[in-house]
């Protein structure tokens, strides 16, 4: 599976329970963007390694909210320590989709632990997350997306990007727009 197959997944789950999603840093974000733009999204420009423990600061101060993050193999292992909060957390509307295809794809595909020996799932697991589950096609992402609504889905994917355009909107507008969303109650 690509990668941009598994971000129309969680983009299309995202649309039909109106979540706040919250997209990987550099290219992941700008494929959001030109996959299902919609200002439910925040695109992260910069932060490596923060995808996560946005989205899981959003689902606890909006447990009204369903909050849906998409992060990268490179950036979770950047800031494992976020995997232990989530499981102490456990917030009951959020769910981590970890896109892992082995290799640092903003920056020239660099390969990462996880290319060799390091199972992100098995790591979830030892901090404490009940719930995750590893897909590797498209079909097991979408069935597994209709079961969840929280928990960590670790995606294998194969390294490569498309050639999505640089977002057009000002991080000044891509913020302001997803805060006054994210301030509205869900449909």
Request: aromatic content about 4%; proline content about 5%; some cysteine.
């Amino acid at each position: 599976m690509k990668r941009i197959d598994a971000i129309n997944e969680i983009a299309a789950k995202a649309q039909e329970t109106d979540a706040l999603l919250i997209g990987n840093i550099g290219i992941p974000c700008k494929e959001l963007h030109q996959a299902c733009d919609m200002v439910n999204n925040f695109y992260m420009l910069g932060s490596m390694g923060l995808a996560s423990s946005i989205g899981l600061g959003l689902a606890l101060s909006l447990p009204e909210r369903k909050i849906i993050a998409i992060d990268g193999d490179g950036s979770v292992l950047m800031n494992m320590g976020s995997l232990a909060t989530i499981a102490w957390q456990a917030p009951e509307n959020y769910l981590l989709v970890i896109v892992d295809n082995g290799a640092y794809g903003s920056t020239g595909n660099q390969p990462t632990a996880t290319l060799k020996n390091t199972d992100l799932a098995e790591v979830a697991k030892g901090a404490g997350n009940k719930k995750v589950y590893v897909v590797d096609t498209p079909e097991s992402l979408k069935e597994t997306l209709k079961s969840m609504d929280n928990g960590i889905i670790v995606v294998k994917a194969e390294p490569g990007n498309t050639d999505a355009p640089v977002i057009g909107m000002a991080p000044e507008a891509i913020l302001k727009r997803f805060m006054d969303k994210s301030s509205q109650p869900s449909r």
